[in-house]
């Protein structure tokens, strides 16, 4: 049934001094002049999850000019765009449409189709106790409401201007990210970067003291891009590169801006121009995660007790463990280059000296270090690895290019650390290493009888198990781990026995690609406020569940 904003005036404002269910009467659709008010879910009471709410409009009433909206890229900068003007409409409301970060991710709060957009918010409906304040509800929905939506989906009342370079600025990022394999880079850093953030805790740029990234001349390249603009920076070139220099000096800070390249981030940011292949993946010890069913044989094998590493299982894995799970699982979710920093890294993974090997002869040791599988990594599997060494120069004997960071200004030792090492990368290995990724089937698994759900930022939790994400550091918003939650939920109902877990997250993906990420949700209407992960995101979720099963 439809209703008149009057209408709707009128009968929120009779339910001044009602019991807080009463609320749940407005659910319905209502016209609002030049958009429709849906009201999907009403919360149960004042204390409850705010309730679920649509805004649509008419393409044509919104006015935005076709050529923003006409590719896939266009809609989600545009998407990304009315969900901030929409957000600083109704910063100081009990309205919201979400918190966006600096990242552009495609996002259910705003829905582009071929006719309409949909803007997806939440209400905190207003109450004294739990009594309804009848009459400043109406005032959200019929006065500030309407006003907000006129002031942020309207075109005319928009920045134009903004918008446009909005678009722009994506298109072009996303066709520079498209070009780095064709150019054998696996990023690319833009001069005039700003890759320092606030704090440790914020992702803002740092506005005072930063200093602008400028590209080595012999890794500079410059790339023309659809809108005509070139951009000049460094090319980071496919192969093993490893990045120096003294403690506080920025080596970390730039591979945490190459970690965050793989989303396209807003005018401002500092790192509009770091870009990254999307699948690439950080790997980092992880201390008492379980890891069920993984080949860690490249890395770990003939353990004294006999057990097989060509399918480990521990529930409380060790560091260097850990770490060798994480870097196979990777691999196996399609990534092309890996992104290590030696700060998080176990180090009886990474290497060992030569006094060790002398004391503890490699027959007596289960641990192959990654300083002797990274250059097979990538000739037998083609997979790059960025790695952050400040405290071993192990890695020059491997390294394709030594990058040094000093004072945040970077500078190519290539040359020098292949002298101080013995690097022969056409060296040929002992015996194949690495061999095709094995299956790994899931069991039908045992269903819960509520659905995965965040648990704040850093987890999901599935029944009585908490699926710890807080070693996923590419997990930007807690929109994602929402989003993560609703794609755990499907691969464990598709899970039959017969598909493994790559075909599981594959058909997942795709039918996020045919459909839109409102597919993820079990609700008809409002879907709820989430992002999509990356497929990277959805293997290691369900890496962790401690429950899953394998054939």
Known sequence: MSYRNQDLRRTVSSLDGKSYGAYKSLKGSYDMGNFTLSIDRIQSDPYAPPSLMRIILDRKTAGIPPELLDDAQGRLAMSDFLMREFHAATRESSISIGWPAQAILER?????????????????????????????????????LPDAVDQALLYRNLDGDAATAQVTLLRDQEALRGQLADLGLVAFVGNGAILPRQAGNSDLPLEQGATPFTSPKSLEVSITLPSGRTVTGMGIPEGIVVIIGGGYHGKSTLLHAIEQGVYPHITGDGREWVITRADATTIRAEDGRPVIGVDISPFINNLPSGTDTRSFMTANASGSTSQAANLMEAVAAG????????????????????????????????????????????????VSTILVAGGSGAFFDVADYVIAMNSYVPSDVTSAAHELADYDPTAPAASKVFGPEPRRRLRKQRLERKPAKAAGTNAIRYGKQEVDLSAVTQLVDAAQVSGLAHTFDMIMEWSDGRSDLAELVDDVCREMDVQGIDALSPHNGHPGLYARPRRQEIFAAVNRYRRLELE
């Open 335 to 382: 990534a092309s280059t890996l992104l290590i920093d030696e700060d998080t890294s176990a180090t009886n993974f990474m290497i060992r000296d030569e006094r060790m090997q002398q004391l503890i002869p490699a027959k007596d040791e289960p641990i192959t270090p990654f300083v002797q599988r990274v250059r097979p990594l990538f000739t037998e599997k083609g």
């Open 108 to 144: 259910t709060n705003i829905r582009i189709t071929e006719h309409t957009i949909e803007a997806r918010i939440t209400v905190q409906l207003p109450a004294g106790g739990r009594r309804i304040h009848g009459h400043a509800a109406a005032r959200m929905l019929t006065e500030d």
